[in-house]
């Protein structure tokens, strides 16, 4: 006995079916997801803020493997190269030979009538760039000691891909070492406003009346003060005999008792709009005390929106830090920020004869730029109703 064949217009009807419960599920699992899943869902359609997120973990990666990384060490001296030009990586010699891996040239230096240093490459002298080569031995994140270097050149061999400044220091192992102080003084006082602003704002929100007119008033008060010059006069206020480690983390302190009125107000706002819904007053009825309820049930249904607020803060803090120390009441020497490297560029003159010394400042416009398209990326993913 042959079993019947469903005709064509049965088969398109079930097809047809299927493919909708599948949309139904596929939407069921989509407003079921967590918020932070639906955040990054959104936050990959933004290509921009993608690829400015690529930078940021480069910055970062810059952050974690320093010492590895920079060809040089930081504080190391070659006098007899002060103020050289960056050199450009070669792939043809003066023969127009190609050669398959990039070359230097070697360098020898000049003093003219006026004892100004100029530098001319030696097209004799060729000194291939090699990966993984043996240099200033270094300690990385105290207890890995080792000597290998990402990259370099011979022994002996110059090798000032950004060039060196007044004392001969070679600017690109300054700049990626600067990379790690200015970078995380942003994360931590981002996370130091980030508490701060959740815990009062919190409080204001979900409490209201007396306690809200009191934090609120507060907040008024410091956001009265001009920032720069509060900043300053704090920050100057510091003794200078102070060490590194001790005045990196009085700045970060500093930058962000200043900088939680933001987030306080941002969070304030999302627990008076959240705090009557539904799921706030189910929770009070079983009998959750109001810890649980900010920590389980209000926090997490804006989170995504309050990373988006901090990302977007982590540009005013880089710039608090670098502002400070290039007025010289912030990181001080022998302490590496961007910022410090920026002292050195203060004197007209000097951004004429070495104006491969302003690169820290383009590296704090690609930061503060990356931080910001991150940011806007994050607010839009964060944004329900975008």
Same mark, same amino acid.
């Given at each position: 006995?042959?079993?019947?064949?469903?005709?064509?217009?049965?088969?398109?009807?079930?097809?047809? $079916?299927?493919?909708?419960?599948?949309?139904?599920?596929?939407?069921?699992?989509?407003?079921?997801?967590?918020?932070?899943?639906?955040?990054?869902?959104?936050?990959?359609?933004?290509?921009?803020?993608?690829?400015?997120?690529?930078?940021?973990?480069?910055?970062?990666?810059?952050?974690?493997?320093?010492?590895?990384?920079?060809?040089?060490?930081?504080?190391?001296?070659?006098?007899?190269?002060?103020?050289?030009?960056?050199?450009?990586?070669?792939?043809?010699?003066? $023969?127009?030979?190609?050669?398959?891996?990039?070359?230097?040239?070697?360098?020898? $230096?000049?003093?003219?009538?006026?004892?100004?240093?100029?530098?001319?490459?030696?097209?004799? $002298?060729?000194?291939? &760039?090699?990966?993984?080569?043996?240099?200033?031995?270094?300690?990385?994140?105290?207890?890995?000691?080792?000597?290998?270097?990402?990259?370099?050149?011979?022994?002996?061999?110059?090798?000032?891909?950004?060039?060196?400044?007044?004392?001969?220091?070679?600017?690109?192992?300054?700049?990626?070492?600067?990379?790690?102080?200015?970078?995380?003084?942003?994360?931590? /006082?981002?996370?130091?406003?980030?508490?701060?602003?959740?815990?009062?704002?919190?409080?204001?929100?979900?409490?209201?009346?007396?306690?809200?007119?009191?934090?609120?008033?507060?907040?008024?008060?410091?956001?009265?003060?001009?920032?720069?010059?509060?900043?300053? #006069?704090?920050?100057?206020?510091?003794?200078?005999?102070?060490?590194?480690?001790?005045?990196?983390f009085f700045i970060t302190l500093i930058l962000s008792i200043l900088g939680?009125?933001?987030?306080?107000?941002?969070?304030?706002?999302?627990?008076? #709009?959240?705090?009557?819904?539904?799921?706030v007053k189910a929770a009070r009825l079983s009998g959750a005390n109001t810890?649980?309820?900010?920590?389980?049930?209000?926090?997490?249904?804006?989170?995504?929106?309050?990373?988006?607020?901090?990302?977007?803060?982590?540009?005013?803090?880089?710039?608090?830090?670098?502002? &400070?120390?290039?007025?010289?009441? /912030?990181?001080?020497?022998?302490?590496?920020?961007?910022?410090?490297?920026?002292?050195?560029?203060?004197?007209?003159?000097?951004?004429?004869?070495?104006?491969?010394?302003?690169?820290?400042?383009?590296?704090?416009?690609?930061?503060?730029? #990356?931080?910001?398209?991150?940011?806007?990326?994050?607010?839009?993913?964060?944004?329900?109703?975008?």
């Open positions: 006995m042959e079993t019947a064949k469903p005709d064509a217009s049965e088969a398109e009807e079930l097809a047809s $079916q299927l493919l909708e419960d599948l949309d139904d599920e596929v939407e069921e699992a989509y407003h079921l997801a967590p918020p932070l899943v639906l955040t990054w869902r959104k936050f990959r359609k933004h290509r921009l803020a993608v690829f400015s997120a690529a930078v940021l973990i480069l910055l970062y990666a810059l952050v974690l493997f320093s010492e590895f990384i920079a060809p040089h060490s930081p504080h190391e001296r070659y006098v007899e190269f002060a103020q050289a030009p960056p050199q450009p990586l070669r792939f043809i010699d003066s $023969q127009g030979k190609f050669h398959l891996r990039p070359f230097l040239y070697g360098t020898e $230096q000049h003093l003219d009538a006026k004892f100004k240093r100029t530098y001319e490459p030696i097209v004799e $002298q060729i000194y291939p &760039l090699r990966m993984f080569v043996r240099g200033a031995p270094y300690e990385m994140w105290n207890f890995i000691r080792s000597d290998i270097h990402l990259f370099g050149s011979d022994p002996g061999a110059p090798l000032f891909l950004l060039g060196t400044d007044n004392h001969g220091r070679d600017l690109l192992s300054r700049l990626i070492y600067g990379t790690r102080l200015s970078l995380t003084i942003g994360l931590l /006082g981002v996370a130091l406003s980030f508490l701060l602003g959740i815990i009062f704002g919190g409080i204001s929100g979900y409490f209201g009346g007396l306690t809200d007119t009191v934090v609120q008033r507060l907040i008024e008060i410091l956001r009265a003060f001009p920032s720069l010059p509060l900043w300053m #006069a704090l920050s100057a206020a510091l003794p200078a005999n102070w060490s590194v480690i001790r005045v990196y939680w009125t933001g987030m306080a107000r941002v969070v304030r706002g999302k627990f008076l #709009a959240v705090r009557e819904e539904a799921f810890p649980w309820i900010i920590r389980r049930h209000l926090v997490p249904s804006f989170m995504s929106h309050i990373i988006a607020v901090a990302t977007l803060s982590v540009p005013g803090m880089i710039i608090g830090e670098t502002t &400070l120390s290039f007025l010289g009441v /912030g990181l001080r020497s022998p302490a590496i920020s961007w910022g410090v490297l920026l002292k050195d560029a203060q004197q007209v003159q000097a951004i004429v004869r070495l104006p491969w010394l302003l690169l820290p400042a383009v590296m704090v416009v690609v930061a503060v730029l #990356a931080f910001n398209f991150v940011g806007d990326g994050l607010r839009d993913a964060a944004d329900p109703y975008h």
